[in-house]
């Protein structure tokens, strides 16, 4: 009885082995030459058949530093960073703001954006770049280039705690609540609000039209190139004038009851009219 | 009632109340993507309601199922109580604490990272605490029935271990052992993330591990469809098991085979190499031995039962088998679903076909049919089975019971033949919502739209299961006569010792795992190359 023990065990286990001996053989000698349409060398043949590539090794490939937009990276630092500023501290630093973006943070100028009420890791987000030099702006970059991580985390607290800018209410474009899937475009509002709240994304319902007009142009032209992972900028690449007016409308002009939003119905049948 | 009972009367209790809340959320989710449904204006819904979906249906329902069962087998075929209950006890209230804890994270859309975990989406701790608390708690099972396995063994030393309790032992081993793949992610890999410990994650090391779970997962789920068929089936059908030898053969080529074959999961991962996706694509088609051995031996088994009962010709017998009963109608519908299904399966597996329908809705067609329909629906008849014999309350209802089974296996067949089809077509998976107005699309729509209303079917069907429960268990308590498992035709050859135990096999899983996984898992440590930083979805 105990010799069939072994017998039953060892002939499975010798067959088991057979079947990866001759699956290693198929798997890492033959069929690595076979796909390469000749036969490399063997340790080359091995490396490729294991996973090694030119690429294996190196954390990540080196990007040049205008490749990288942005220096924000959201890790769980960055976002401790951003809960402990302190509003207190920023309302006093954000006094050389208000000529521009108001002291309540809504400006009177279109060409400003208002800043009350956006979520803390936006305002971060776009002050950091300015102070890296990742966003581009004469004026802006001027103000962040002296400020510190502590004093950017401080001032957005502050904007952050401010109430928001009044928002319409106006029937949303298609792009902002399902966006266009045969053009691969998201919906504004998975990361933009409310249906999702993406990190460091900014509010946008209240935001001027104007400038967000200015920004999604931006976007598309390339001129601004601050977003992680070119989101942004291959969005707005896709974007239509029209769309791009409807949706700054939308978001900024549905306050006003005089202008109805041209959003739903007009996005919808431009998408309609170039499908083929 | 014995307490090895009442432990599984209350895990299939939870396990059949869970599965009818989950089965609610899939047939909403078809419904809501489908052209029957505007599109959702917040998708996050659709993931947290697949987070829900999948959390339960893969995690919580099968493995109180499996435990359930495992308690029911030990109750039958130890001939005395079950060692160990107050750890079984503690077990069942670790996996219930577990449960509550990741459905409460996801309830509140802090964990809508479906049912994978793959990061670098990463999710609230209190849901991965909960997954854990579910592993951990049936450990404890496994423990138990390892204790009661070794203590029979030590008092019977020469005899034949049970068949019903060599097949639930496999399960526990396989459980064991592939359980581990996950929680080793979870711990070192997701936890120090999801605490904030730490800001990246190698993304590449935890699809591995994940990969060392996700498929012997899939055959722990599937073990007690087999215990049935082996164990249940012939002799309710009325006639003995054909060959208890090739019966623990199956088990053990499961048990070795079922786990180191997981990198199939990632043929389209471009870090792993291509050498050990063909390995892992070779130990995958040796799976599908077991599965014909098992479909041969219980075709025969059904057979003689047949020819017992009179039936004669080529296959005219098939019509004189007792289809009146659950458990003989659940077997031939799962076995069709399981042809079907594992026709899909092979596709899947193929190194080279798989990139036709990577991640496409073909997937989800074939594991929904593999588990949701040729095993749930064995899972189905093995409570008609034996919840008359944990309560005392004969089965209130047979014809009610037989028109679920055939809802459920109509209803299945309508909802992922569809998926199958639109997943050749090119649909992909896990999304909320499609664009039915693109032409590419549209042609899809008609297949969806079938799915869907399937999916209705699917959801009165899993009603129709906790009616027919509750509905015994109200009813008039009546003697039930004892359970009786199937012996193989071969119960007086000898066996060779091998098959009675499992000591050479589980070195063997493991040595297997070392060669299969080794260098996959290696190669992290080595080139730092996936590591990327987290997305925290909850914050």
Known sequence: ?276 | MNNANRLALTHWGVAFAAFAAAVILGAWQMFVRSPLHPWLSDAELYYRSVTAHGTTLGYVFPTLIVMGLGYAVCATTLDRPLRGSGWAWAGFWLLIAGTLSASVSVALGRASVLYTFYPPLTGSVFYYLGVVLVVVGSWFWIGVMLANYWHWKHTHPQERVPLALFGVMTAALLWGWTSLGAALEILFLILPVAFGWKATVDAGLARMLFSWTLHAIVYFWLLPAYIAFYTLTPKIAGGPLYSDRMARVSLIMILVFAMPIGIHHLFADPQVGSGFKFLHAVFTGMVVVPTLLTVFTLVASLEIAARLRGGRGLLRWVAALPWKRPMVLATGLSLLMLALGGAGGIINMSYALNASIHNTQFVTGHFHLIYGGAVVIMYFALAYEFWPRLTGYPLRSPSLARAQLWLWFVGMLVVTIPWHVVGLMGQPRRMAYYDWSDPQSAAQAPWVVASALGGGLLLISAGLVLIILVRSARGARAQVEPLDYALGMDRNVPLPRALNSFGVWVVLMVALTVVNYGYPIAQHFFFKNTAVPADLVAR
């Not at chain 1, 000698?29 to 796909?35: E, V």
């Not at chain 1, 070119?230 to 949706?247: D, G, K």
């Open chain 1, 1 to 276: 009885m105990g010799q069939r023990i072994d017998r039953v065990g060892l002939s499975w286990s010798l067959g088991v082995a057979a079947l990866v001996i001759i699956a290693f053989a198929v798997g890492f000698l033959w069929m690595p030459g076979a796909q390469a349409g000749g036969a490399p060398s063997l340790w080359s043949a091995l490396c490729r058949a294991a996973g090694i590539t030119a690429a294996s090794g190196a954390p990540a490939a080196p990007l040049g530093a205008a490749a990288i937009p942005s220096e924000v990276i959201w890790t769980p630092t960055t976002e401790r960073l951003i809960v402990a500023g302190d509003a207190a501290r920023g309302s006093a630093l954000a006094a050389t703001c208000a000529g521009c973006h108001g002291a309540n943070g809504i400006g009177a100028s279109d060409q400003f954006p208002d800043l009350a009420a956006q979520p803390a890791a936006a305002l971060y987000k776009q002050l950091s770049d300015f102070h890296s030099g990742k966003r581009v702006s004469p004026i802006m970059q001027g103000f962040a280039a002296t400020l510190t991580e502590q004093q950017m985390a401080d001032l957005a607290a502050h904007f952050a705690t401010l109430p928001a800018p009044a928002a319409g209410a106006g029937e949303p474009p298609r792009l902002v609540t399902v966006g266009d899937p045969a053009r691969g475009l998201v919906a504004c509002a998975a990361c933009h609000g409310p249906m999702g709240h993406k990190l460091g994304a900014p509010e946008l319902a209240g935001q001027k039209a104007a400038y967000i007009q200015a920004q999604l142009e931006a976007f598309a032209a390339g001129t601004r190139r601050n977003d992680i992972n070119q989101q942004m900028r291959a969005i707005a690449h896709e974007l239509r004038a029209e769309e791009v007016s409807a949706l700054a409308q939308y978001y900024g002009g549905a306050a006003k009851p005089a202008s109805p939003p041209q959003g739903a119905a007009s996005a919808a049948q431009t998408s309609a009219d170039t499908r083929h």
